[in-house]
């Protein structure tokens, strides 16, 4: 079982950055897909970024650039750094983890972290 806790969230400025981070305990990361959901008020959650084992990355359309998925799997942790933020990000952020593929779909991944609060400021 992996326990995954998320950290660096908080109250940004539009055009601000934050770096949030996934640290993972109970297994290692190493053969797991790695990703970042986030859920907006009322809103279904939906995919942000991932990193597979192999170390290819993938990204949702509307990240255009602005975020960067990156994954230490000596140090067990996953980390997104988010520039140029918009006020349209405003959302809690989770980590996932999934054994397998994991894909761009909540359904993929079989372990969540309680998820950090991004609110960006117009």
Not at 13 to 41: E, H, K, N, T, V
Not at 57 to 77: E, H, K, L, Q
Request: glycine fraction near 14%; charged fraction near 15%; hydrophobic fraction near 35%.
């Amino acid at each position: 079982q992996v326990q995954l806790v998320e950290s660096g969230g908080g109250l940004v400025q539009a055009g601000g950055s934050l770096r949030l981070s996934c640290a993972a305990s109970g297994r290692s990361i190493g053969d797991y897909a790695m990703a970042w959901f986030r859920q907006a008020p009322g809103k279904e959650r939906e995919f942000v970024s991932a990193a597979l084992s192999g170390g290819s990355t993938s990204y949702a359309d509307f990240v255009n650039g602005r975020f960067t998925i990156s994954r230490d799997n000596a140090r067990n942790t996953v980390s997104l750094q988010m520039n140029n933020l918009k006020p349209e990000d405003t959302a809690v952020y989770y980590c996932a983890a999934s054994p397998g593929f994991g894909g761009s779909s909540r359904y993929g991944y079989h372990h969540w972290g309680q998820g950090t609060q991004v609110t960006v400021s117009s």
